[in-house]
Protein backbone atom coordinates (compact mmCIF):
# COMPACT_ATOMS: atom_id res chain seq x y z
CA UNK A 1 0.00 0.00 0.00
CA UNK A 2 1.11 3.45 -1.30
CA UNK A 3 1.07 6.26 1.14
CA UNK A 4 1.52 9.80 -0.24
CA UNK A 5 3.99 11.79 2.09
CA UNK A 6 1.53 14.09 3.05
CA UNK A 7 -0.39 11.51 5.11
CA UNK A 8 2.60 10.18 6.31
CA UNK A 9 3.91 13.46 7.61
CA UNK A 10 0.20 13.12 9.44
CA UNK A 11 0.62 9.94 10.67
CA UNK A 12 3.94 10.94 12.79
CA UNK A 13 2.53 14.48 13.63
CA UNK A 14 -0.36 12.20 15.10
CA UNK A 15 2.15 9.62 16.96
CA UNK A 16 3.99 12.81 18.28
CA UNK A 17 1.00 13.99 19.95
CA UNK A 18 -0.37 10.61 21.28
CA UNK A 19 3.19 10.40 22.55
CA UNK A 20 3.57 13.67 24.16
CA UNK A 21 0.21 13.11 26.16
CA UNK A 22 1.41 9.37 27.10
CA UNK A 23 4.40 10.68 28.46
CA UNK A 24 2.76 13.39 30.35
CA UNK A 25 -0.39 10.96 31.76
CA UNK A 26 2.88 9.21 33.14
CA UNK A 27 4.84 11.14 34.71
CA UNK A 28 1.33 12.61 36.65
CA UNK A 29 1.27 9.07 38.07
CA UNK A 30 4.98 8.41 38.59
CA UNK A 31 6.07 11.03 39.96
CA UNK A 32 2.68 11.84 41.75
CA UNK A 33 2.14 15.39 41.17
CA UNK A 34 -0.36 16.79 42.61
CA UNK A 35 -3.68 17.63 39.87
CA UNK A 36 -3.35 21.66 41.14
CA UNK A 37 0.10 21.70 39.86
CA UNK A 38 -0.35 19.58 36.72
CA UNK A 39 -3.40 17.47 36.03
CA UNK A 40 -3.65 14.31 34.06
CA UNK A 41 -4.44 14.96 30.25
CA UNK A 42 -7.23 12.39 30.89
CA UNK A 43 -8.90 14.38 33.64
CA UNK A 44 -8.22 17.18 31.24
CA UNK A 45 -10.28 15.67 28.79
CA UNK A 46 -12.96 14.37 31.11
CA UNK A 47 -13.78 17.90 31.97
CA UNK A 48 -13.93 19.17 29.16
CA UNK A 49 -16.17 16.42 27.99
CA UNK A 50 -18.67 17.09 31.31
CA UNK A 51 -18.78 20.68 30.81
CA UNK A 52 -19.17 20.94 27.38
CA UNK A 53 -22.48 22.36 28.08
CA UNK A 54 -21.79 24.82 30.04
CA UNK A 55 -18.55 25.52 28.10
CA UNK A 56 -20.19 25.58 24.81
CA UNK A 57 -21.75 29.29 24.87
CA UNK A 58 -18.56 30.54 26.35
CA UNK A 59 -16.53 29.03 23.39
CA UNK A 60 -19.32 30.18 20.69
CA UNK A 61 -18.49 33.74 22.30
CA UNK A 62 -15.13 33.11 22.40
CA UNK A 63 -15.07 32.15 18.20
CA UNK A 64 -17.42 35.00 17.76
CA UNK A 65 -14.98 37.83 18.82
CA UNK A 66 -11.85 35.81 17.53
CA UNK A 67 -13.88 36.32 14.31
CA UNK A 68 -14.97 39.62 13.97
CA UNK A 69 -11.68 41.20 15.02
CA UNK A 70 -10.19 38.68 13.02
CA UNK A 71 -12.16 39.86 9.49
CA UNK A 72 -11.53 43.79 10.84
CA UNK A 73 -7.98 43.42 11.17
CA UNK A 74 -7.63 41.38 7.60
CA UNK A 75 -9.50 44.33 6.41
CA UNK A 76 -7.05 46.94 7.58
CA UNK A 77 -3.88 45.33 7.05
CA UNK A 78 -4.76 44.60 3.28
CA UNK A 79 -5.46 48.16 3.09
CA UNK A 80 -1.90 49.30 4.78
CA UNK A 81 -0.34 47.10 3.38
CA UNK A 82 -1.00 47.79 0.11
CA UNK A 83 -0.69 51.29 0.94
CA UNK A 84 2.87 50.70 2.27
CA UNK A 85 3.57 48.05 -0.18
CA UNK A 86 3.23 50.30 -3.66
CA UNK A 87 4.89 53.35 -2.41
CA UNK A 88 8.03 54.01 -1.13
CA UNK A 89 7.29 56.80 0.54
CA UNK A 90 4.58 55.47 2.27
CA UNK A 91 7.06 52.58 3.69
CA UNK A 92 9.62 55.07 4.62
CA UNK A 93 7.23 56.36 6.45
CA UNK A 94 4.16 54.15 7.88
CA UNK A 95 6.83 51.12 8.73
CA UNK A 96 8.05 51.95 11.29
CA UNK A 97 4.89 53.45 13.07
CA UNK A 98 3.68 49.90 12.25
CA UNK A 99 6.46 47.98 14.09
CA UNK A 100 6.24 50.31 17.09
CA UNK A 101 2.70 49.77 17.60
CA UNK A 102 3.33 45.96 17.03
CA UNK A 103 6.10 46.43 19.43
CA UNK A 104 3.55 47.14 22.62
CA UNK A 105 2.53 44.59 24.57
CA UNK A 106 -1.05 44.40 23.99
CA UNK A 107 -2.02 43.76 27.53
CA UNK A 108 -1.19 47.30 27.71
CA UNK A 109 -3.57 48.13 25.30
CA UNK A 110 -6.61 46.38 27.06
CA UNK A 111 -6.88 48.94 29.64
CA UNK A 112 -7.46 51.80 27.07
CA UNK A 113 -9.69 50.30 25.70
CA UNK A 114 -12.10 49.20 28.60
CA UNK A 115 -11.46 53.13 29.33
CA UNK A 116 -12.78 53.99 26.08
CA UNK A 117 -15.80 51.35 25.19
CA UNK A 118 -16.12 50.01 28.88
CA UNK A 119 -15.90 45.62 29.53
CA UNK A 120 -17.51 43.10 27.51
CA UNK A 121 -17.02 42.36 23.85
CA UNK A 122 -15.45 45.67 22.43
CA UNK A 123 -12.31 45.99 23.62
CA UNK A 124 -12.11 41.99 22.87
CA UNK A 125 -12.82 42.39 19.53
CA UNK A 126 -10.56 45.65 19.35
CA UNK A 127 -7.87 43.71 20.81
CA UNK A 128 -8.40 40.70 18.41
CA UNK A 129 -8.01 43.50 15.83
CA UNK A 130 -5.02 45.34 16.97
CA UNK A 131 -3.09 41.88 17.15
CA UNK A 132 -3.29 40.49 13.88
CA UNK A 133 -3.16 43.40 11.93
CA UNK A 134 0.88 43.80 11.58
CA UNK A 135 1.68 40.21 10.15
CA UNK A 136 -1.08 40.68 7.58
CA UNK A 137 0.37 44.41 6.82
CA UNK A 138 3.81 43.03 6.22
CA UNK A 139 3.10 40.13 3.83
CA UNK A 140 0.64 41.91 2.17
CA UNK A 141 3.50 44.57 1.27
CA UNK A 142 6.18 42.34 1.05
CA UNK A 143 4.39 40.11 -1.51
CA UNK A 144 3.65 43.43 -3.86
CA UNK A 145 7.14 44.75 -3.43
CA UNK A 146 8.35 41.41 -5.04
CA UNK A 147 7.36 42.09 -8.40
CA UNK A 148 10.58 41.95 -10.03
CA UNK A 149 11.75 45.53 -11.90
CA UNK A 150 12.20 43.52 -15.00
CA UNK A 151 8.67 42.42 -15.27
CA UNK A 152 7.40 45.22 -14.79
CA UNK A 153 9.59 46.96 -17.58
CA UNK A 154 8.62 44.80 -19.99
CA UNK A 155 4.95 45.06 -19.22
CA UNK A 156 5.17 49.12 -19.42
CA UNK A 157 6.83 48.31 -23.00
CA UNK A 158 4.06 46.35 -24.05
CA UNK A 159 1.74 49.29 -23.14
CA UNK A 160 0.56 47.77 -19.91
CA UNK A 161 -0.39 50.83 -17.43
CA UNK A 162 0.49 50.76 -13.32
CA UNK A 163 -3.12 49.69 -12.69
CA UNK A 164 -2.32 46.53 -15.04
CA UNK A 165 0.71 45.55 -13.87
CA UNK A 166 -0.78 45.91 -10.30
CA UNK A 167 -3.95 43.62 -11.08
CA UNK A 168 -2.25 41.11 -13.29
CA UNK A 169 1.49 40.49 -11.85
CA UNK A 170 1.50 42.18 -8.00
CA UNK A 171 -1.48 40.97 -6.74
CA UNK A 172 -1.09 37.48 -7.82
CA UNK A 173 2.13 37.28 -6.52
CA UNK A 174 1.29 38.67 -3.20
CA UNK A 175 -1.59 35.85 -2.55
CA UNK A 176 0.87 33.43 -1.20
CA UNK A 177 2.19 35.59 1.16
CA UNK A 178 -1.24 37.10 2.13
CA UNK A 179 -2.56 33.59 2.81
CA UNK A 180 0.38 32.82 4.83
CA UNK A 181 -0.30 35.99 7.06
CA UNK A 182 -3.82 34.69 7.61
CA UNK A 183 -2.99 31.68 9.37
CA UNK A 184 -0.44 33.07 11.54
CA UNK A 185 -3.27 36.19 11.93
CA UNK A 186 -6.49 34.11 13.46
CA UNK A 187 -4.12 32.47 15.73
CA UNK A 188 -3.03 35.87 16.79
CA UNK A 189 -6.33 36.94 17.04
CA UNK A 190 -7.18 34.19 19.61
CA UNK A 191 -4.21 35.34 21.94
CA UNK A 192 -5.66 39.12 21.69
CA UNK A 193 -9.16 38.09 22.54
CA UNK A 194 -8.89 35.99 25.18
CA UNK A 195 -6.21 38.38 26.61
CA UNK A 196 -9.03 40.68 26.66
CA UNK A 197 -11.25 38.24 28.26
CA UNK A 198 -9.52 37.42 31.49
CA UNK A 199 -9.19 41.53 31.74
CA UNK A 200 -12.72 42.87 31.20
CA UNK A 201 -15.41 40.46 29.69
CA UNK A 202 -17.94 38.36 31.33
CA UNK A 203 -18.65 35.59 28.89
CA UNK A 204 -15.83 33.89 27.23
CA UNK A 205 -13.30 30.78 27.23
CA UNK A 206 -10.45 33.64 28.99
CA UNK A 207 -13.06 34.48 31.30
CA UNK A 208 -14.10 30.70 32.16
CA UNK A 209 -10.27 30.04 32.70
CA UNK A 210 -10.08 33.30 35.15
CA UNK A 211 -13.15 31.50 37.14
CA UNK A 212 -11.38 28.57 37.21
CA UNK A 213 -8.15 29.62 38.26
CA UNK A 214 -9.60 31.86 41.44
CA UNK A 215 -11.62 28.74 42.42
CA UNK A 216 -8.12 26.57 42.04
CA UNK A 217 -9.83 24.12 39.32
CA UNK A 218 -6.96 23.90 37.35
CA UNK A 219 -8.55 20.95 34.99
CA UNK A 220 -10.96 23.23 33.93
CA UNK A 221 -7.93 25.48 33.14
CA UNK A 222 -6.37 23.10 31.29
CA UNK A 223 -9.85 22.14 29.53
CA UNK A 224 -9.49 26.28 28.27
CA UNK A 225 -6.61 25.75 26.67
CA UNK A 226 -7.28 22.75 24.89
CA UNK A 227 -10.61 23.81 23.93
CA UNK A 228 -8.21 27.28 22.49
CA UNK A 229 -5.68 25.04 20.65
CA UNK A 230 -8.34 23.04 19.17
CA UNK A 231 -10.39 26.43 17.81
CA UNK A 232 -7.31 27.30 16.65
CA UNK A 233 -6.07 24.76 14.92
CA UNK A 234 -9.38 24.07 13.37
CA UNK A 235 -8.99 27.23 11.57
CA UNK A 236 -5.26 27.21 10.49
CA UNK A 237 -6.64 23.79 8.83
CA UNK A 238 -9.27 25.69 7.11
CA UNK A 239 -7.29 28.72 5.92
CA UNK A 240 -4.45 25.90 4.74
CA UNK A 241 -6.78 24.37 2.74
CA UNK A 242 -8.11 27.35 1.29
CA UNK A 243 -4.90 28.81 0.48
CA UNK A 244 -4.13 25.27 -1.37
CA UNK A 245 -7.13 25.69 -3.46
CA UNK A 246 -6.72 29.30 -4.34
CA UNK A 247 -2.75 29.29 -4.28
CA UNK A 248 -2.05 25.90 -5.29
CA UNK A 249 0.34 26.55 -7.76
CA UNK A 250 2.62 28.38 -5.19
CA UNK A 251 3.30 25.69 -2.83
CA UNK A 252 5.68 22.44 -3.80
CA UNK A 253 3.56 19.23 -4.92
CA UNK A 254 3.55 17.14 -1.05
CA UNK A 255 1.75 14.43 -2.57
CA UNK A 256 3.52 11.90 -4.23
CA UNK A 257 2.96 8.62 -3.42
CA UNK A 258 5.96 6.68 -1.48
CA UNK A 259 5.93 3.38 -0.67
Known amino acids: MKLTRRTRDHIKSAACIVAMFVVWELACVAFRISPI ?36 GTV ?11 SRSAYNTAY ?4 GFSSIPKVAVVPIFVLWFGSGTVPAV ?12 VNVATGLATTEPEMEDVLKALGASRRQVLWNVSLPRAMPYFFASLKVAVTLAFVGTVLSETVA ?11 ATASFDVPLVF ?6 ALLGILLYVVFAGIEQRVCGWATRKQDLAVA
Open 37 to 72: VLPRPTAVISTLIVQMPALWPHILQTLATTMLGFLL
Open 96 to 99: PLLV
Open 126 to 137: LTAMTTCIFPIV
Open 76 to 86: IGVALGAFVGV
Open 201 to 211: ANRGIGTVMMM
Open 223 to 228: AGLFAL
